[in-house]
């Protein structure tokens, strides 16, 4: 028997995703596993299929579900890739790359947000997900070179660090802020090349730390 989450799963799939030009079946497989419900706020569940971002507390939010995916499509995450996420939040978008590569670093600088997605996805079975706490606005070197970077906080630009920390051939997605608005950049390193081309206009919170924008007056972290 399907769970009523189960079912909301599907429409979600088929009627914000697929009928919005997703076309890759292997992330329209993995959007369709991943229990959102278990990444937003309990009082919110309701919600949690919604055609929207939701907050998670520290004034961040879980992404919309069709940006999700189009940013996961446009990264053709092979079985085999290392992948670094930038921006855990509730630990939703690493939890659907999880399902297509073989490994996730995901980087969160609010350790709160660090520490509960990490209880989070280790609960829920997803481990090839590693989430460190950092400044992922300058990648994590440690891990590199992956094979996929996908930024969920919007920059000024792509930060050098992240094109430095991709394969031959990798790929990165990123929302940065133009003359009209931010849009989601996606881009494929060629030897020191860095191919880009816009993908839609977005609305995303901002990247704070070294490679993106100063954080408030008072923060002492990253
Ligand atoms: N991918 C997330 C969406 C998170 S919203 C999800 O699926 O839920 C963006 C997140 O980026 C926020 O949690 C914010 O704290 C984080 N962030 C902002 N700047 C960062 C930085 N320099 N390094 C790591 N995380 C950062």
């Known amino acids: ?28 497989s993995a959007m369709g596993l991943v229990p959102r419900e278990e ?19 520290w004034g961040q939010t879980i992404s919309q579900p069709y940006i999700v995916a189009l940013a996961v499509e446009a990264l053709s995450i092979g079985r085999d890739d ?16 999880s399902q297509l590569a073989s490994r996730v670093v995901s980087v969160e600088r609010i350790p709160a947000l660090a520490a509960a997605a990490a209880r989070r996805l280790g609960r829920l079975g997803y481990d090839n997900v590693e989430v460190v706490c950092g400044d ?15 930024v969920s906080a919007a920059g000024p630009g792509v930060p050098s660090q992240l094109i430095d920390q991709l394969s031959e051939g990798g790929r ?41 924008y100063d954080p408030p007056a008072g923060w002492d972290g990253f």
């Open 39 to 57: 990444f937003v706020p309990a009082d919110m569940a309701e919600s949690a299929y919604d055609d929207g971002p939701l907050l998670i507390g």
């Open 172 to 212: 990165l997605v990123m929302p940065t802020e133009g003359p009209t608005g931010q849009v989601l950049i996606s881009g494929i390193r060629r030897r020191d090349e860095f191919e880009r081309r816009e993908i839609a206009a977005v609305r995303f919170v901002p990247l704070l730390g070294a490679g993106g």
């Open 1 to 28: 028997m399907e769970t009523p989450e189960g079912s909301r799963r599907r429409v979600m799939v088929r009627r914000h995703l697929a009928a919005r030009g997703i076309r890759d079946q292997r992330v329209l």
């Open 82 to 97: 290392l992948v670094l996420d930038v921006g855990t939040g509730s630990g939703y978008a690493a939890a659907v790359m």
């Open 136 to 150: 992922g606005s300058i990648g994590w070197p440690e891990s590199a070179p992956y094979d996929a970077v996908c």
